[in-house]
């Protein structure tokens, strides 16, 4: 009896196949607008170095109707990516506290406290 | 006429096909009925040529794994009366070749599992005399979960990276070596290392996570892995800053 | 097999990634939303004054940095994924583009 094995390819389309690899597909996407919004604030940056008339021209770059929609998109993504970075947080790093596991939900709102604060923080900050 | 369901199996005799098909049957359907029960009736009264791999009938020994309905389950642990009024399709698990019918060849986790030295490393070596090793309540909680691993390979079918990547040494065989890094008996993160924090290792997982989504005993290899991430990064560092110190 | 040098890489992406779920969305509110609607203004001398300080500088530079590096990591695992290939190009492209992001950002800073 020969053996033949029959090895099955793997479909550069396999992350359509189920509900939970497209989800997994669209948390790794929201890197992508991480980075571009990344790349605004480098242009911010630059333009911040360069003086006054350079500052305002970005102000009002970003703050036309494609760049809020752009950056609305973007909002979107980063709020997505929070929210399931904070979910797989406590799979990472399980805490104990007198030889008891800590329930992953506290960890996971300790991490939505701290996105409250350092929100609160940076508003203040920009002069709300 | 009593009810019944259809399974829609994947067939494949090495003698005689070149390539893999479905084939078709009518079973009886009965409440408490498993997949496995309209397998075992399939051989047993209408085609005895099926071949598939199974045991316990109870979801402990990790036998049966198939792909059924395009998600990879326990065929004794998937019942009929969930998928009432369709069609099941029931498949070899994914990302192994297949062997015949709905038996795969597992060769290559065999070997993966062995590679991370799946067994206490003691610290130093002890004698009889010194007796037993103590551990208390919270040192066995530590990583008990990870013992609970029946290698049925659902994991390794619903991975992505396994199969983009056959040389990913996979989430059970990571979860094991966790398992034994975890143990407060053990000494031999560092030995498992060359294989667990290597390429093919733990850096190849990108925290899909459904290894743990379909793992049938809950004992979530995704966090083992990103466990062993940080752990591996922690002991790059320390490497790094202070070469050779704490081997 | 051999231990992988990828903490390098691992470990700002993590960061980067801590940073980009705490800070990102709230400083995409501000430029995206609340500037635009005119209920805040991030007038220059204010910001300016923030960036010229040494601690600011460290700040921004974070903010900027790190979420940067979390997303080219991030991107070159999911060219992988697409089957775009794990190869050099990509690996250029992703770490490229970043490192010259974190350079014009370091640069900038040093500048104000």
Same mark, same amino acid.
């Given at each position: 009896? $020969?053996?033949?094995?029959?090895?099955?390819?793997?479909?550069?389309?396999?992350?359509?196949?189920?509900?939970?690899?497209?989800?997994?597909?669209?948390?790794?996407?929201?890197?992508?607008?991480?980075?571009?919004?990344?790349?605004?604030?480098?242009?911010?940056?630059?333009?911040? $170095?360069?003086?006054?008339?350079?500052?305002?021209?970005?102000?009002?770059? !970003? $703050?036309?109707?494609?760049?809020? #929609? !752009?950056?609305? #998109?973007?909002?979107? !993504?980063?709020?997505?990516?929070?929210?399931?970075? !904070?979910?797989?947080?406590?799979?990472?790093?399980?805490?104990?506290?007198?030889?008891?596991?800590?329930?992953?939900?506290?960890?996971?709102?300790?991490?939505?406290? #701290?996105?409250?604060?350092? $929100?609160?923080?940076?508003?203040?900050?920009?002069?709300? | 006429?009593?009810?019944?369901?259809?399974?829609?199996?994947?067939?494949?005799?090495? &003698?005689?096909?070149?390539?893999?098909?479905?084939?078709?049957?009518?079973?009886?359907?009965?409440?408490?009925?498993?997949? @496995?029960?309209?397998?075992?009736?399939?051989?047993?009264?209408?085609?005895?040529?099926? =071949?598939?791999?199974?045991?316990?009938?109870?979801?402990?020994?990790?036998?049966?794994?198939?792909?059924?309905?395009?998600?990879?389950?326990?065929?004794?642990?998937?019942?009929?009366?969930?998928?009432?009024?369709?069609?099941?399709?029931?498949?070899?698990?994914?990302?192994?070749?297949? &062997?015949?019918?709905?038996?795969?060849?597992?060769?290559?986790?065999?070997?993966?599992?062995?590679?991370?030295?799946?067994?206490?490393?003691?610290?130093?070596?002890?004698?009889? =005399?010194?007796?037993?090793?103590?551990?208390?309540?919270?040192? @066995?909680?530590?990583?008990?979960?990870?013992?609970?691993?029946?290698?049925?390979?659902?994991?390794?079918?619903?991975?992505?990276?396994?199969?983009?990547?056959?040389?990913?040494?996979?989430?059970?065989?990571?979860?094991?070596?966790?398992?034994?890094?975890?143990? =407060?008996?053990?000494?031999?993160?560092?030995?498992?290392?060359?294989?667990?924090?290597?390429?093919?290792?733990?850096?190849?997982?990108?925290?899909?996570?459904?290894?743990?989504?379909?793992?049938?005993?809950?004992?979530?290899?995704?966090?083992?892995?990103?466990?062993?991430?940080? =752990?591996?990064?922690?002991?790059?560092?320390?490497?790094? @800053?202070?070469?050779?110190?704490?081997? | 097999?051999?231990?992988?040098?990828? %903490?390098?890489?691992?470990?700002?992406?993590?960061?980067?990634?801590?940073?980009?779920?705490?800070?990102?969305?709230?400083?995409?509110?501000?430029?995206?939303?609340?500037?635009?609607?005119? *209920?805040?203004?991030?007038? /220059?001398?204010?910001?300016?004054?923030?960036?010229?300080? %040494?601690?600011?500088?460290?700040?921004?530079?974070?903010?900027?940095?790190? %979420?940067?590096?979390?997303?080219?990591?991030?991107?070159?695992?999911?060219?992988?994924?697409?089957?775009?290939?794990?190869?050099?190009?990509?690996?250029?492209?992703? /770490?490229? *583009?970043?490192?010259?992001?974190?350079?014009?950002?370091?640069?900038?800073?040093?500048?104000?």
């Amino acid at each position: 009896m $020969s053996r033949r094995p029959y090895i099955r390819k793997v479909e550069r389309s396999w992350w359509l196949r189920q509900p939970r690899y497209v989800l997994y597909m669209i948390r790794e996407l929201t890197s992508l607008f991480v980075g571009l919004y990344c790349a605004l604030l480098v242009v911010g940056l630059v333009r911040l $170095s360069q003086g006054q008339a350079a500052w305002d021209g970005f102000v009002a770059a !970003f $703050s036309s109707p494609l760049g809020v #929609a !752009f950056q609305l #998109a973007c909002l979107t !993504f980063a709020i997505y990516h929070s929210v399931t970075w !904070f979910a797989l947080t406590p799979k990472a790093m399980p805490l104990m506290m007198k030889d008891e596991p800590v329930p992953g939900i506290v960890i996971v709102a300790a991490h939505y406290a #701290a996105w409250a604060a350092v $929100s609160i923080v940076v508003l203040i900050a920009a002069g709300i | 006429m009593s009810e019944t369901i259809t399974l829609e199996v994947l067939r494949y005799h090495p &003698e005689t096909d070149s390539e893999p098909h479905f084939q078709r049957y009518t079973v009886p359907y009965r409440d408490d009925w498993v997949v @496995l029960d309209a397998l075992n009736h399939v051989k047993d009264h209408l085609d005895a040529t099926l =071949s598939y791999r199974w045991s316990c009938h109870m979801a402990v020994c990790g036998s049966c794994g198939m792909t059924i309905n395009n998600e990879p389950k326990l065929s004794c642990h998937t019942f009929l009366r969930d998928y009432r009024g369709g069609v099941i399709r029931v498949e070899p698990l994914d990302h192994f070749p297949i &062997e015949r019918d709905l038996v795969i060849v597992m060769d290559s986790f065999m070997d993966k599992l062995s590679s991370v030295k799946p067994w206490l490393i003691p610290r130093q070596d002890r004698p009889l =005399s010194a007796g037993e090793y103590l551990q208390k309540p919270g040192e @066995l909680q530590a990583f008990h979960q990870y013992t609970q691993c029946i290698n049925c390979l659902l994991c390794y079918a619903a991975c992505p990276q396994i199969g983009l990547n056959e040389d990913f040494v996979g989430p059970a065989a990571l979860a094991l070596a966790h398992r034994y890094n975890l143990d =407060s008996r053990d000494g031999g993160k560092d030995a498992r290392a060359e294989v667990v924090a290597s390429n093919q290792g733990i850096w190849e997982c990108t925290f899909v996570g459904a290894c743990s989504e379909v793992c049938p005993k809950q004992v979530d290899p995704a966090a083992a892995i990103q466990q062993t991430k940080i =752990s591996a990064s922690v002991d790059w560092l320390k490497d790094l @800053l202070t070469p050779g110190a704490h081997r | 097999m051999a231990r992988s040098n990828k %903490p390098l890489l691992w470990l700002p992406f993590a960061g980067g990634g801590l940073v980009a779920a705490l800070i990102t969305p709230v400083l995409i509110l501000i430029t995206g939303v609340l500037v635009p609607l005119g *209920i805040l203004h991030l007038r /220059y001398e204010a910001i300016a004054a923030f960036a010229h300080n %040494p601690i600011g500088k460290v700040i921004l530079f974070g903010a900027v940095a790190l %979420p940067a590096w979390h997303a080219a990591h991030r991107l070159r695992m999911t060219a992988h994924d697409l089957g775009l290939g794990g190869g050099f190009a990509i690996k250029t492209a992703c /770490y490229g *583009i970043a490192g010259l992001l974190i350079l014009v950002a370091a640069v900038a800073l040093l500048a104000i």
